[in-house]
């Protein structure tokens, strides 16, 4: 079975400055997607980045890029000029490429973005 | 294009009872996900739906149940509701080519029992 660990349970940064959140997953499978999705407070989970093994270049979408080391089995997040916006539980995520959608999910870290 | 949409939002049960929930995926996507959500379990998966067949199913017990119809509108059912099924459940939608498998996930629906 796969298992996702994220670290840091709780991270605060100051606004306009970067920040970086770890995931690290177990999984004995090579063909697999990772995902890094945002749960604002009270609000629905969206999409952050998302990541194919195969792929060796990092994902990037705007401010947000990711630390793909698919030995290491790492899989981290940074978020560069962090906005008040970017306050979020944020979660990641695995799921093997002939799973039907399964999603295995970290326990989150509560980001803060402080003025 | 509309998102995924859940209703009800809000529900409040007492235990020994049964709720059916219902989830309306984006326009176009034929598979359907179901997730629950609590503070101490985390996200967990709870089954998958494509084309009116379950394909998937995580570690819950058979109290919990769902189906999906031709439109591919999914509702899952739980009977025999007790305390711990207190969580969000969350439902999402992909298409099934294309897009690496992302999965769009819907407001949620907040189940209280009592």
């Known amino acids: 079975a796969q298992t996702v660990t994220q670290s840091q349970p709780e991270m605060s940064v100051q606004e306009a400055e970067t920040v970086t959140l770890s995931c690290t997953y177990d999984t004995s499978e090579n063909n697999y997607y990772l995902f890094w999705y945002k749960q604002p407070p009270s609000r629905q989970m969206i999409l952050v980045i998302r990541?194919?093994?195969?792929?060796?270049q990092n994902a990037t979408e705007n401010r947000f890029s990711v630390n793909f080391q698919k030995a290491a089995k790492s899989f981290s997040l940074k978020i560069s000029d962090s906005q008040l916006g970017d306050t979020a539980m944020y979660f990641c995520a695995f799921m093997k490429r002939d799973s039907n959608y399964k999603l295995t999910f970290g326990k989150g870290t509560l980001l803060t973005v402080n003025p | 294009k509309a998102g995924v949409t859940q209703t009800p939002r809000y529900l409040i049960k007492t235990r020994g009872q049964q709720v059916t929930l219902s989830c309306s995926p984006i326009s176009g996507h034929r598979s359907v996900s179901w997730y629950q959500q609590t503070p101490g379990q985390g996200l967990q998966f709870l089954f998958e739906y494509f084309s009116e067949t379950q394909r998937n199913k995580g570690n819950f017990p058979g109290r919990f149940s769902g189906r999906q119809f031709s439109n591919s509108r999914s509702e899952m059912n739980v009977s025999t509701l007790e305390l711990g099924d207190s969580a969000l459940y969350l439902c999402a939608s992909s298409l099934e080519l294309g897009e690496g498998k992302t999965q769009y996930f819907g407001p949620g629906t907040r189940l209280l029992v009592l």
């Open positions: 990541q194919e093994a195969y792929k060796q």
